[in-house]
């Protein structure tokens, strides 16, 4: 069975950094698009960062130059390193696959940023 297993998250102050992976198993996703979304309490959720197969990447336009997404397809893991963290960016961060038969999630890790 296919499973996304998300960890990195904590509680971090401003300006502090984390890095999300996301590991993947059950399938091989070195030939699919792989992405970070992220969900704040009484939002609807939305994209972060995304990753093609051969490395291309694409930001929503409030992370960056803070966030860098990247893919080691060895290891069928997803990654999401974390900058310059602002209280902005507290939310439940989900990663992605647009699989072979379906859309993959995982189940979220929570980042925290104080004041």
């Known amino acids: 069975q296919v499973q996304l297993v998300e960890s990195g998250g904590g509680l971090v102050q401003s300006g502090g950094s984390l890095r999300l992976s996301c590991a993947a198993s059950?399938?091989?996703?070195?030939?699919?698009?792989m992405g970070w979304y992220r969900q704040a309490p009484g939002m609807q959720r939305g994209l972060v960062a995304s990753?093609?197969?051969?490395?291309?990447?694409a930001y929503i336009g409030s992370v960056k130059g803070r966030f860098t997404i990247s893919r080691d397809n060895a290891k069928n893991t997803v990654y999401l390193q974390m900058n310059s963290l602002e209280p902005e960016d507290t939310a439940v961060y989900f990663c992605?696959?647009?699989?072979?038969?379906?859309?993959?999630w995982g189940q979220g890790t929570q980042v925290t940023v104080s004041s």
């Open positions: 992605k696959v647009w699989g072979p038969d379906r859309e993959y």
């Open positions: 059950g399938s091989d996703f070195s030939g699919y698009i």
């Open positions: 990753i093609s197969t051969k490395g291309t990447t």
